[in-house]
């Protein structure tokens, strides 16, 4: 582990290539902002593989003068550091100025395959968009954000990722004081529907339109130049956020803050606060502290994304249609479509968890997929394990299954025979095989990562954090070797278990 402070050796400063086209094409929707220095960067985590992958030299990222690119510290060629602007409905009320209180955007670069990906820091201090904030971030939710952030990459799960985390050397201060950190995230932008929000919101209709039309170039550039985009743009995010609820529902995970300044143009999953993976199926699950009315719950997702993408045609009007009426009922019925658009995502999700994505589409796939959903949350059978179990059962094991059922492990048996009935033709080791491909048997799962970060904030030990991302890495290989990772939490722990926002 490289343990190092700045000053830099400028000869072995990490090369960036960066390309700023948010800071070049959008003036006014940002602040040339620099992050703040920290006094003494340690480097806790170095995310290699990603760095391989945005064409990054990881010794060079390692080393001083990248320790201290990597701390706000040094601002590497090419850069042109920003702080976003941006609006949000925080828990259904409107926020007109949000933006990046505690983050900077460092650049953007095209990754390996052609990919422009922003490079951006988090926690790196204040900003003209601080509000009361310090603009910092403490090393546990730096850490949290790497840990959960990489098992939904692994997972398949489109989402912003961890580059790099770095101990400050700083207090930060909270309910108590706390070690500080800055997280280098990567993500495909960092457009939210409160991006688009922040302009409409203050009538300035020519940046709005600007703003829009980077996002289509950025994500949608088949759309670029045509009549009738900014729907197109629209109809767009409903269907990546139809794709991304549905997957996120499969896994069991809870964002926990779906605000719309957390709800991406690009349809990845962004800001790893209070979030947390389902244990007990249960769709009233919330963990998050501040979410007391449970309107972010497991199960009020895809009702919530729906409430997010209503906001982001509202914002979309002005370029919609020059009439307004019309404007309204292109978008109404755009937002109208989403949830269509969810379930079949939804069904295919479910379809591919029960092993049954290589058959036609049966019309009673959803009532079986339903019935199955009915007896996790009646017998409150862990979610993760519930599913995975299925493939034990499709190879004809289904003692493992029926244990989950608690006292009743022939609750299971009707709907077994119903769902065989149904995969008649399927041979079962392919089967099951397929069922082990779509079913993850380690996640993120709550006590786990609570108790690598204490390792790593407490004791300075990223043994436990360093063994868990190993293993989720590989979430649907079951390993003897990682058996105590895959249990569950006591049911104690669940029912008293909280997440704290980030901040
Ligand atoms: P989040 O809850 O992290 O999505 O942030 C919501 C808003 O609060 C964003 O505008 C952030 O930049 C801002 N914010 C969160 N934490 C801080 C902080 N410690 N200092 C300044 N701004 C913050
Ligand atoms: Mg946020």
Redesign the pocket.
């Known amino acids: 582990m490289p343990t190092t402070t700045a000053p830099a050796a400028p000869a072995a400063a990490p090369h960036f290539g960066f390309d700023n086209s948010y800071a070049r094409e959008l003036e006014g929707a940002y602040i040339a902002w620099q992050p703040s220095p920290v006094p003494a960067p340690k480097l806790v985590w170095l995310n290699r593989a990603l760095a391989g992958e945005l064409g990054l030299d990881a010794a060079a990222l390692a080393s001083p003068a990248g320790v201290a690119v990597l701390a706000g510290n040094a601002v590497p060629e090419g850069a042109a550091p920003i702080a976003q602007a941006?609006a949000?409905h925080?828990f259904g009320g409107f926020?007109p100025q949000?933006?990046?209180?505690?983050?900077i955007l460092l650049g953007e670069v095209i990754d390996r395959l052609g990919r422009r990906r922003d490079i951006a820091f988090?926690?790196s201090g204040?900003?003209p968009?601080?509000?009361?904030?310090?603009?910092?971030?403490a090393l546990g939710p730096v850490l949290r954000e790497v840990i959960v952030g990489e098992a939904m990459h692994a997972l398949g799960i489109p989402t912003t990722r961890a580059l790099a985390a770095v101990a400050t050397g700083e207090p930060v201060f909270r309910d108590s004081v706390l070690p500080g950190a800055v997280l280098t995230r990567v993500a495909a932008s960092h457009l939210r529907v409160g991006t688009l929000e922040f302009f409409a919101a203050r009538g300035q209709t020519e940046l709005l339109r600007r703003v829009a039309d980077y996002a289509i170039a950025r994500h949608d550039p088949d759309l670029a130049g045509r009549d009738g985009r900014h729907l197109a743009l629209l109809r767009a995010v409903c269907a990546r956020q139809a794709a991304l609820v549905a997957r996120w529902m499969g896994v069991g995970f809870i964002h926990g803050?779906m605000?719309t300044?957390?709800t991406t143009i690009s349809g990845e999953t962004i800001?790893y606060?209070p979030c947390a993976f389902l244990e007990a199926h249960d769709p009233a699950t919330v963990f998050s502290s501040i979410d007391q009315l449970g309107r972010y719950a497991y199960g009020n997702q895809p009702r919530i994304v729906q409430w997010n993408l209503a906001r982001l045609a509202e914002a979309l009007l002005p370029l919609i249609d020059a009439d307004p009426a019309r404007a309204a009922q292109q978008a109404n019925e755009a937002i109208d479509a989403f949830p269509a658009m969810y379930r079949a995502q939804w069904l295919a999700v479910l379809r591919a968890k029960l092993g049954l994505d290589d058959a036609a589409p049966d019309e009673a796939d959803q009532a079986l997929a339903d019935d199955w959903l009915q007896l996790l949350r009646t017998h409150r059978v862990d979610h993760t394990l519930g599913w995975r179990r299925l493939a034990d059962a499709a190879a004809g094991r289904e003692a493992p299954l029926r244990a989950l059922f608690g006292a009743e492990p022939a609750a299971v048996d009707p709907w077994l025979v119903r769902w065989r009935a149904r995969a008649a033709a399927a041979d079962p080791a392919a089967w099951a095989g397929r069922i082990a491909a779509a079913n993850p048997i380690v996640i993120a799962r709550n006590h786990r990562v609570e108790e690598a970060l204490a390792a790593a904030v407490e004791h300075d030990d990223l043994g436990p954090m360093l063994r868990l991302l190993a293993a989720l890495e590989r979430p649907f290989d079951e390993r003897a070797e990682d058996a105590d990772l895959a249990q569950p939490a006591s049911a104690d722990f669940s029912a008293g278990y909280r997440t704290f926002?980030?901040?």
Request: with cysteine; glycine share 28%.
């Open positions: 941006y949000g925080q926020s949000l933006g990046d209180g505690r983050a988090k926690g204040r900003t968009f601080s509000r009361g904030g310090d603009g910092k971030a803050v605000n300044d957390n800001d606060g926002c980030g901040t």
